[in-house]
């Protein structure tokens, strides 16, 4: 199992955030990173937002001004990372989740705030070590690694 430092902010007053939901943040991050065979020490960063806030960070980094659920910003490439140069840690990137957006989302598809926001830490994760879902084959593949990890934290649909 690889050192991972998963540094959880909060940066929203609007939802209240449950009991446990950072360790559930944790596992899925290092589930992921254990089921790609990464392991090597590393950090990521993960931060909840407010809707008005990720729509403000979507526009800037992507030119679309709207609300989103979550926002990736991998800081390596093709796995080439920047090093902490006081830790050795491989840093990963960023992971945005506006917990409005998550919210809604948990009551339209009808399952637990928990394991939307869990779905969305997973999804990123895999973004941040290249994955993407731009085509059918892409999708499918991403689709296959969330709900894997999902069940391994018995957080089914």
Known sequence: MSDVEILVRNEQSQIRIPTGLRTIIRK????VLNEEGFDNKAEISVSFVSNERIKELNKEFRGTNKVTDVLSFPLGENGVYDINHETGAYLLGDIVISLEKAFAQSKEYGH???REVAFL???????????????????SIMREKEEKILSMLDLKR
């Open 121 to 139: 830490a997973t999804h990123s994760t895999l973004h941040l070590l290249g994955y993407d879902h731009q085509t059918k084959e892409e999708n």
């Open 112 to 114: 637990s705030f928990e």
């Open 28 to 31: 899925c991050c290092r589930n």
